[in-house]
């Protein structure tokens, strides 16, 4: 089933998700509707916040992108619980975009490798270093998980060039071609 993404402004986005044990209900079905729901908007992740639960789970769909980066053939992994423990010291800036944000995208400058914990749909543990492009989707992705969107991350002059979209997010102004919940709806 496709649900509703959260735009800028609905405060699920600003909360610090809590974790999850293997007993949160239809948690497969939750899974499944995650991937549905980012699939039909063309993401590559997508956090529980983006569809209303405050909850520790992320879905990421890099196969998308198999054909300019072969390495992410058939990549599509769910993390549950994750965190991240430490970053190393390079960082790079690339252009991002979020579906709870659209029609914003402005450059990021993040850690090329980090090292992470979480688990599996099956909760199997897991305690890894990422880098390169995936290691910047978990960044974005588990920044929802902690309270935090993109917009956060870019100088004050940026975000003030944005702030007529932004607002137009809280206003429930703005248009998509994938089904969403703004704050006044």
Not at 4 to 14: A, C, K
Request: aromatic fraction near 8%; charged fraction near 30%.
């Amino acid at each position: 089933m496709i649900l509703p993404i959260y735009l800028y402004g609905q405060p699920v986005l600003r909360d610090v998700a809590k974790d999850i044990d293997a007993t949160y209900p239809e948690l497969k079905k939750l899974v499944a509707d995650m991937y549905e729901t980012m699939d039909n908007a063309d993401g590559v992740g997508l956090a529980a916040p983006q569809v209303g639960l405050p909850i520790r789970v992320v879905v990421v769909n890099l196969d998308v992108l198999s054909d300019s980066m072969p390495e992410y053939k058939d990549f599509r992994r769910t993390y549950i619980n994750a965190h991240i423990i430490e970053t190393g010291e390079e960082t790079v800036s690339m252009e991002e975009g979020c579906l709870s944000l659209p029609g914003i995208h402005e450059n990021v400058k993040r850690p090329t490798k980090i090292h992470v914990r979480y688990m599996d749909e099956d909760f199997n543990e897991h305690d890894e270093w990422v880098e390169g492009y995936l290691a910047r989707v978990m960044q974005h992705e588990f920044d929802h998980l902690d309270g935090h969107v993109f917009v956060d991350r870019i100088s004050p002059l940026r975000r003030q060039m944005n702030k007529r979209k932004l607002t137009a997010m809280v206003e429930g102004k703005t248009r998509c071609d994938y089904k969403v919940k703004s704050y006044k709806k």
